[in-house]
């Protein structure tokens, strides 16, 4: 698959404190890619490069193949964590404003808008200002201005801080959207079940380097530990239990169920498979839970930041 | 991308519809022009006020040197002792009672003169019964050494010298008038002009940080782009104001002395009674001359040249000081931070006017003021306010070749202090601080 955005070995010092360490990273065109990693780990610093913002000390960014340059600026959209809009300015006027910046023409920019404020159903909100809004009805209209270029990558810091559950999802299934119309998306954010639900790639930044990256099915394969969470019924639990307990790795496992006598993490090492221990309990107890235990994006991202 | 256009647009018309901005506009006129109105009226009222001054003259030396006029009434007392006198005043609640002691020796009346009044007596008028008993005093004793008054009035002389440069040039002193007055204004404007729309640039700088569109914006146009883009419009906006506040204040100004009648250039303060009384003194003839003095006075001025250098000065001093402004704007997180940082701005301000003032008045062309209208953070007020009096063209380019590189200078500097300032949040900048943000 073809790379829309490049990141090449790029660091970057503020005076003495390294914010970046050689970090490369590949964003595959039209995924939507998890910029994952703690706070003060660089996520910012390596956004605001490929914005422009700030220049790299060492390293290259190459968007479609050529090297970062002005006019790429309106090829991206970008809704930094740190957002907000003039506060007495017109919703309309300040729309209008922020889309010519990103190069648009102001009557292009009009339809666009009038477009997206039926779809998200706020088209009287024109003549208002922004301080006339909710908090969650100005990220509308940030989200807005960000998406309104159709840009070919799309960057959110944190997206849907401010929104209520419905307008998360909202905003969610608009980014969905713009991803199945062909826009990649880099989606920075701390929120593990988000990154679950909608990336396919992450990287995970730690410490200004990059510790982790890849699709993030690959990841997960390479973290599961062959364990299997298991419930089983049986009238001599007891004995049950230590025949398991002689012949397998166990863990104690905590999840809901109506009522198993035994629950139970049990791990199986590399040549053994699944339908091997499935056997063997089936003999022993009646199976009434039995699910391999994958690891969450949660559980990848603390493992790693921890051991590194 | 260039976006300086569409951003000096944005910044100028949200300056000027602010509502503050359009109130400020059309009501600080108003306010001024009221208290000018007030003023005048009350000094009106003032020396329109009707005073009776008794007088008691017991040595008979000076009793018909007091004319009464028509704001004045000088009541003579004869036949009365001091304390029966000071009783009938006071009780009349006339404004005072001036006493002339009986002496023998015509050199001692002087010094038996009292004034008796309920309150402390104005100024003007204690030096005007001075005046008018020195100058009898001083013909009577003339007279008693022989001096006829005849000659004592021949005597009176006034001199006027007219002055000319080598190379010809006439002037006087109401030349180096109009040229103080001239250069002051051109640089006091500037002063007010700096303070005023530096500031609004700050704090329109900081707005962008604490609302937090600065990331969303500086993503889109380069940081310089905007600093420009701020300061221009910024200006323009003050440009508008200024030229509105002119205008208006002038018509309002002609309406205002219309409907009331007041005659503003009549103001009547107590230096300017004196400056009447000595201007009445004098013939007709001399006041013409005075006026054509003026108008020579006018011509003399090297109109050309103000212009130019008032222009070039005017745009290179505001653009240097506002560029600092904005990257104090960007440096801080809000308004209060400012104060630390304001200071090492507003000395040199300061600085030049008081230079200005002092010295140039003094000595346009002594080491001070020559020096000062080279230092680029000085040289446009004190270069403003030395022009009038002609600075060869070779200082004045000098000067403003500084003020330029400076200027470039200070772009660069605070475009680096802004480019990392807008985004650091929370973090106290302090002069340290700064310097390293000079290298990132």
């Known amino acids: 698959m073809n790379n829309l955005l490049v990141a090449d070995s790029v660091s970057k010092n503020f005076g003495k404190f390294k914010a970046l360490n050689q970090v490369s990273i590949g964003v595959p065109m039209g995924s939507i890619f998890g910029l994952l990693g703690p706070n003060g780990a660089g996520k910012t610093t390596l956004i605001r490069i490929i914005n422009q913002i700030t220049m790299p000390d060492e390293g290259h960014v190459y968007l479609d193949g050529q090297s970062l340059k002005p006019e790429h600026i309106k090829d991206i959209g970008y809704l930094p964590e740190e957002r907000g809009l003039y506060k007495s300015m017109k919703v309309g006027e300040q729309a209008l404003y922020l889309a010519q910046l990103k190069g648009m023409s102001k009557s292009e920019a009009k339809n666009r808008l009038k477009y997206w404020f039926e779809k998200l159903e706020i088209g009287d909100w024109w003549n208002k200002k922004i301080q006339e809004l909710s908090k969650g009805q100005a990220q509308k209209i940030q989200f807005i201005v960000t998406v309104l270029h159709r840009p070919k990558l799309l960057i959110f810091d944190e997206p849907f801080s401010g929104f209520d559950p419905i307008n998360a999802n909202l905003?969610?299934?608009?980014?969905?959207?713009?991803?199945?119309?062909?826009?990649?998306?880099?989606?920075?954010?701390?929120?593990?079940?988000?990154?679950e639900e909608l990336c396919d790639h992450i990287a995970l930044l730690h410490k200004s380097n990059k510790i982790l990256d890849g699709k993030l099915n690959d990841i997960k394969r390479n973290f599961k530990t062959n364990t299997f969470e298991i419930g089983l019924q049986s009238s001599k639990s007891e004995s049950v239990l230590s025949e398991i307990k002689n012949s397998f790795e166990v863990l104690p496992a905590t999840f809901k169920n109506l009522n198993d006598d035994i629950k139970l993490n049990i791990k199986i090492n590399e040549s053994t498979s699944p339908n091997d221990l499935l056997s063997f309990l089936t003999s022993k107890a009646e199976v009434h839970h039995f699910v391999e235990v994958i690891p969450t994006a949660n559980d990848i991202f603390i493992q790693t930041v921890q051991n590194n | 991308m260039n976006h300086l256009p569409l951003i000096i647009k944005r910044e100028y018309l949200t300056k000027v519809k602010n509502k503050s901005f359009i109130i400020m506009t059309f009501l600080s006129p108003l306010i001024m022009i009221a208290l000018i109105a007030l003023v005048s009226y009350l000094?009106?009222?003032?020396?329109?006020?009707?005073?009776?001054?008794?007088?008691?003259?017991?040595?008979?030396?000076?009793?018909?040197?007091?004319e009464s006029t028509d704001?004045?009434?000088?009541?003579?007392?004869?036949?009365?002792?001091?304390?029966?006198?000071k009783e009938i005043v006071k009780e009349k609640e006339d404004y005072g009672?001036?006493?002339?002691?009986?002496?023998?020796?015509?050199?001692?009346v002087g010094k038996n003169i009292k004034f008796y009044s309920e309150e402390s007596p104005s100024l003007t008028i204690i030096s005007g019964l001075e005046r008018k008993v020195e100058k009898r005093l001083q013909e009577m004793k003339l007279q008693k050494d022989g001096v006829s008054l005849e000659q004592i009035d021949a005597s009176k002389t006034s001199i006027d010298i007219a002055q000319e440069s080598f190379d010809g040039e006439k002037s006087s002193k109401i030349d180096n008038i109009i040229k103080l007055a001239f250069g002051g204004i051109a640089g006091y404007l500037l002063f007010m002009f700096i303070i005023i729309y530096g500031n609004m640039i700050m704090r329109s700088v900081i707005e962008e940080k604490t609302s937090r569109i600065i990331e969303v914006i500086i993503s889109s146009v380069k940081p310089i782009q905007l600093m420009m883009g701020k300061i221009i419009g910024t200006s323009l906006a003050g440009v508008t104001q200024f030229a509105i506040w002119v205008i208006l204040g002038g018509v309002m100004l002609t309406i205002v002395s219309a409907i009331f009648g007041i005659d503003m250039a009549q103001v009547n303060t107590p230096q300017q009674e004196i400056v009447n009384q000595a201007m009445s003194a004098q013939g007709s003839d001399e006041v013409q001359a005075m006026a054509e003095n003026i108008i020579t006075a006018i011509n003399n001025l090297p109109i050309g040249n103000l212009v130019v250098a008032f222009i070039f000065f005017f745009i290179g001093g505001y653009l240097l000081y506002s560029s600092l402004y904005a990257a104090i704007g960007?440096?801080?997180?809000?308004?209060t931070d400012t104060q630390q940082f304001m200071l090492p701005i507003l000395m040199p301000l300061i600085l030049a006017v008081y230079v200005?003032?002092?010295?140039?008045?003094?000595d346009p062309h002594g080491t001070v003021s020559t020096v000062f209208s080279f230092i680029p953070l000085t040289s446009p007020v004190v270069m403003l306010m030395r022009i009038p009096f002609g600075v060869p063209l070779w200082q004045q380019g000098l000067s403003l070749l500084l003020l330029i590189g400076t200027f470039i200078f200070a772009v660069w500097f605070a475009a680096k202090i802004y480019r990392v300032g807008i985004l650091m949040y929370g973090k106290k900048a302090t002069y340290k601080e700064l310097f390293k943000w000079l290298k990132y």
Do not use: P
Not at chain 1, 175 to 185: F, Y
Not at chain 2, 55 to 65: A, F, N
Not at chain 2, 97 to 108: A, E, F, P, Q
Not at chain 2, 356 to 362: A, L, S
């Open chain 2, 71 to 85: 704001n004045t009434t000088y009541l003579k007392l004869t036949g009365l002792n001091l304390d029966d006198a």
């Open chain 2, 97 to 108: 009672l001036l006493h002339i002691g009986n002496v023998t020796s015509l050199d001692d």
């Open chain 2, 356 to 362: 200005g003032v002092f010295t140039v008045i003094e």
């Open chain 2, 330 to 335: 960007a440096a801080v997180d809000n308004e």
């Open chain 2, 43 to 66: 000094s009106q009222i003032n020396s329109d006020k009707k005073r009776t001054i008794s007088v008691l003259d017991e040595t008979g030396y000076l009793i018909d040197i007091f």
């Open chain 1, 171 to 195: 905003i969610k299934d608009e980014i969905l959207k713009l991803r199945d119309e062909g826009a990649t998306v880099i989606f920075s954010t701390h929120r593990m079940e988000s990154v």
